[in-house]
């Protein structure tokens, strides 16, 4: 097996559709009128509001089987602090045939390592029960002021 990891590109699109769409239906009961119009909204997302992340992808050949986002995130500048930005690492997601072998390890190596080239002073995962470990791992830390207020489900 010959993994690269690597930024994704508008022609990835359709396989990062396909990627998301294997992670939801891993976790949760399918949704909408199935994958071609999942696959025609997350084109129209890219278009629109894909500008503001940064998308690494691993391929194993012509195949592509894991992902992860980082989004960049300005944040409201503080004497002293002019440039706050910061990174969220979201929807990160190996295929089961090829997790265990270090591949989200290294696609959060690569997401980390664009959010520091991007001049972010701190990079956050909103993460689900079974990676808490992973990111602990990684160097992350519980941070008890993060508080969400969720307004629609």
Same mark, same amino acid.
């Given at each position: 097996?010959?993994?690269?990891?690597?930024?994704?590109?508008?022609?990835? #699109?359709?396989?990062?559709?396909?990627?998301?769409?294997?992670? *939801?239906?891993?976790? *949760?009961?399918?949704?909408?009128?199935?994958?071609?119009?999942?696959?025609?909204?997350?084109? +129209?997302?890219?278009?629109?509001?894909?500008?503001?992340?940064?998308?690494?992808?691993?391929?194993?050949?012509?195949? #592509? #089987? /894991?992902?992860?986002?980082?989004?960049?995130?300005?944040?409201? !500048?503080?004497?002293?602090?002019?440039?706050?930005? $910061?990174?969220?690492?979201?929807?990160? &997601? #190996?295929? !089961?045939?090829? +997790? /265990?072998? @270090?591949?989200?390890?290294?696609?959060?190596?690569?997401?980390?390592?664009?959010?520091?080239?991007?001049?972010?002073?701190?990079?956050?995962? *909103?993460? @689900? +029960?079974?990676?808490?470990?992973? &990111?602990?791992?990684?160097?992350?830390? $519980?941070? !008890?002021?993060?508080?969400?207020? *969720?307004?629609?489900?």
């Amino acid at each position: 097996m010959s993994v690269e990891i690597r930024e994704a590109s508008e022609a990835d #699109v359709r396989a990062l559709a396909a990627l998301r769409w294997q992670w *939801h239906a891993e976790r *949760h009961e399918p949704v909408g009128n199935g994958f071609a119009d999942f696959e025609r909204g997350f084109a +129209r997302w890219w278009t629109e509001k894909g500008t503001r992340f940064r998308v690494v992808l691993a391929s194993d050949g012509a195949e #592509v #089987v /894991g992902m992860g986002f980082l989004a960049l995130v300005n944040r409201v !500048p503080s004497p002293g602090d002019l440039d706050r930005d $910061h990174g969220d690492i979201q929807s990160m &997601y #190996v295929a !089961p045939q090829h +997790r /265990g072998m @270090g591949l989200g390890a290294e696609l959060l190596r690569t997401l980390i390592g664009l959010a520091t080239e991007a001049g972010c002073s701190r990079v956050e995962v *909103h993460s @689900g +029960r079974r990676a808490v470990s992973f &990111y602990e791992k990684a160097g992350f830390e $519980h941070f !008890p002021q993060l508080m969400n207020h *969720h307004l629609a489900d």
